[in-house]
């Protein structure tokens, strides 16, 4: 069983990883309570979906200026 863990986590180590950082800055940063729960939520599903796009091989660089575009003046 725990072999079968291990497997599961090495095909998916971005967002595995992605998951638990961005949990974990969210315990850190909050206590407990309702809308800080929410927080710990979002933290958890933005590690989540960030890793998931590195697990796609996406170029972090890329996925920034996707997300906040640079100002062209």
Do not use: Q
Request: with cysteine; net charge positive.
């Amino acid at each position: 069983m725990f072999n079968k863990f291990i497997e599961l986590i090495k095909g998916h180590k971005g967002k595995f990883f992605g998951s638990i950082i961005g949990f974990i800055i969210a315990i850190l940063v909050l206590s407990i309570g309702f809308f800080k729960t929410l927080f710990i939520a979002l933290c958890t599903w933005l590690g989540y979906y960030l890793g998931s796009r590195l697990d796609n091989k996406e170029n972090f660089k890329e996925m920034i200026e996707k997300i906040i575009p640079s100002r062209k003046e």
